[in-house]
């Protein structure tokens, strides 16, 4: 079972709008290596872990991606709110801005739509932890 508590765990206080900015942390909110698939494949790597303490700190790190996916949706929200008709086409975020408006939309920075495709579980718990790592820039 999950807590959710009604605040971010940092607090997000952008007072500049910034399309181009937003346009490029899309990426990290639903990229192929974005919050949403961190999220999702820590939560659903869970259930193949032998070691009860494991599976508890699988569900603790998918959940607290769940926190940066909200923190940086809320990036994406403040530097994209308030937009005037000429930052939107100017900042190339206008194809965005047809589909979307000022939603937050998973996708990567070139417009392809966030899928399950981009994520792995595979069961064998050494090879999703090497994936865990592999997409969390732990395996330079």
């Known amino acids: 079972m999950f807590v959710y508590e009604k605040k971010l765990q940092y607090p997000v206080r952008i007072k500049n709008t910034n399309p181009k900015l ?4 899309i ?3 639903g990229g192929p ?8 494949r820590y ?4 259930y193949a872990m032998p070691y009860p303490e494991l599976k508890g700190l699988l569900t603790d790190i998918g959940t607290e991606e769940l ?14 709110r308030n937009l ?14 047809v589909d979307h408006t000022t ?7 070139s417009g392809y739509p966030w899928s399950a495709s ?15 790592m592999a997409a969390d820039g732990a395996m330079a």
């Open 22 to 25: 937003a346009a490029v942390i």
């Open 27 to 29: 990426s990290q909110y």
């Open 33 to 40: 290596d974005g919050e949403l698939g961190a999220s999702l």
């Open 43 to 46: 939560l659903s790597q869970r």
């Open 67 to 80: 926190g940066h996916l909200e923190m940086v949706g809320t990036l994406v929200h403040q530097l994209t």
């Open 84 to 97: 005037s008709e000429e930052q939107i086409r100017t900042a190339g975020f206008d194809a965005y801005f």
């Open 103 to 109: 939603g937050v939309y998973p996708q990567f920075a």
């Open 118 to 132: 981009t994520m792995q579980v595979t069961g064998d718990v050494i090879a999703d932890l090497t994936e865990d």
